[in-house]
């Protein structure tokens, strides 16, 4: 392993997502097993061009596995966005010794963490933590697993009501521009219909369907829609639409928000932060840099971070079928 690496730094940066607590431990464990100095930075790269940093040791990660957000806080920056503030980050960093970073958060932290690397040739890895599941190079990024079981959870609880009551509900998920939070977690709640980024169904087939299926029996519909979904109305039009197209059911809107980014990570995300955590240090020891640590095929696998921000993932067209065939 490569001798150059003495000290490494993390931190977190954009939306928080479950697992980012697991990631910043793996992290920071496997800096101790190798004998390398790590420092915990707060408040992602605005605390980076502060040099708001706190020294960690094995010991300063207990007891935080099992906790939904990050301790070193997080936030969106537009200083680092400038040469001006990034210069800043680089000086900051050589002052205090530090020979790489590792960066934990989506697709805006990377393009932050890729310009840094290239303007400085600084050692840089990424580790994708959003719920959204937006990366290219992992199939599953730190925290989709844990949001997915929190909105199939809270559709679960909605449908005792709409059952109870013959209601058929809209109901809102996070995925700003994809549906793979919808879609799993749609098909997982027994949705009706799924309405997602990448496809447009339209309004006439989404009634048609919806009488359909009123007409083949069922008094009670869950509605599940991203909130970047592309036939283009918000979700309360959508309700009104509805209102106006169709007799028969009582419509409500439940938009789920920010409860899907929290909570204690699930097992697979603790387990997914930890091999990411572990794969980062050692592949930055091994004198990798400008890449992103991701699951494919079941292995920890590393893709280079401009791949990793500028692809986009693609919707898994069998689950689309499934969702279709399961609503009949
Ligand atoms: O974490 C990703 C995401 O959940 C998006 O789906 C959503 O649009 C966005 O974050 C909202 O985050 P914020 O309120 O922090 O801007």
């Not at 992103?292 to 986009?312: F, R, S, W």
Request: net charge neutral; proline share 2%.
């Amino acid at each position: 392993m490569s001798k150059t690496i003495k000290k490494i730094a993390v931190l977190t940066s954009g939306g928080d997502s479950p697992g980012m607590n697991a990631a910043i431990r793996a992290v920071v464990r496997t800096c101790a097993y190798h004998n390398i100095e790590c420092i915990g930075v707060y408040r992602g790269y605005e605390g980076l061009m502060e040099g708001d940093f706190k020294e960690m040791n094995a010991r300063s990660v207990k007891g935080i596995i099992n906790k939904g957000g990050t301790i070193l806080k997080s936030a969106r920056s537009k200083e680092f966005r400038t040469k001006e503030g990034r210069e800043k980050a680089h000086n900051i960093l050589l002052e205090a010794k530090v020979d790489a970073l590792v960066t934990i958060g989506g697709d805006g932290t990377f393009t932050g963490a890729m310009i840094f690397s290239q303007e400085f040739n600084f050692p840089i890895m990424g580790i994708p933590g959003t719920i959204d599941n937006d990366i290219v190079g992992t199939t599953h990024t730190l925290g989709f697993d844990t949001a997915l079981n929190t909105v199939v959870d809270a559709i679960d609880k909605i449908r005792d009501t709409a059952s109870s009551h013959n209601r058929l509900f809209f109901v809102e998920v996070m995925g700003r521009d994809v549906g793979h939070i919808a879609l799993n977690a749609g098909i997982a709640g027994g949705a009706e219909e799924i309405l997602i980024p990448e496809e447009d169904l339209g309004l006439d087939r989404l009634v048609e369907s919806l009488k359909r299926s009123r007409k083949s029996g069922k008094s009670s519909s869950i509605v599940v829609v991203a909130e970047g979904d592309k036939i283009g109305k918000n979700i309360f039009e959508l309700k009104d639409y509805v209102d106006q197209n169709m007799d028969g059911y009582d419509v409500r809107v439940s938009v789920l928000g920010h409860m899907q980014r929290g909570g204690a990570p699930s097992c697979f995300d603790r387990v997914l932060a930890s091999r990411m955590g572990v794969k980062a240090v050692e592949s930055l020891l091994e004198g990798k840099t400008n890449s992103m640590v991701g699951l494919l095929n079941g292995k920890m696998e590393l893709t280079p971070i401009e791949k990793a921000i500028k692809g986009k993932t693609k919707i898994n067209l069998e689950l689309l079928r499934v969702s279709d065939i399961m609503s009949t």
